[in-house]
């Protein structure tokens, strides 16, 4: 289990003002502030460390994403997204006086191309899912944690067919 990083005591007006900015987008059920909701979202997968967020937004439209960012630049609070929660690309640690985003709700695959290995998916989408999506053109996706030098921190991605091909990925880079 990680520890704790030294924690900033919420400074309860700036939360009261990061709450109603995000409840003027979101409903009530999709903003999260009291610890006991915000607690389970202090790590995701990487558990090494672990930060309270001061809020947790949920959206689940794409407007929605856009004016809460407009809204948290415009009051200089800052934003940590975080995806499916697995924490196989890096971690996404919230910040004690930031908004956590969460995009676990955007789970789409928007488009596969089997001939070029590309498969575009929103943040949401959990790896193993990718994997069942390509499955029936003889692909898999797995994560190479070993390998990860190759892509700076990030953990690279295979997509295996069946003639033993490979190309990896690092979340948006291609090496070949």
Known sequence: ????????????????????????????????????????????????????????????????????????????????????????????????NGVLLSMAKFMRVVRIDPLARIAVVQPGVRNAAISDVVAPFGLSMIINMQLSIHCWWLPCMYIHSPDGYAMMFCYGIVFA
């Open 1 to 96: 289990m990680g520890e704790a990083l030294p924690g900033e005591t919420v400074d309860l007006a700036r939360q009261r003002e990061a709450v109603a900015a995000l409840l003027a987008i979101l409903p009530e059920r999709s903003v999260l502030w009291q610890e006991e909701d915000t607690r389970p979202w202090e790590c995701d997968g990487l558990t090494a460390y672990r930060q309270v967020p001061m809020v947790v937004a949920l959206p689940e439209t794409e407007e929605q994403v856009q004016r809460i960012l407009k809204a948290c630049c415009a009051t200089g609070i800052p934003v940590v997204p975080r995806g499916a929660g697995t924490g196989l690309s890096g971690g996404a640690l919230p910040l004690g």
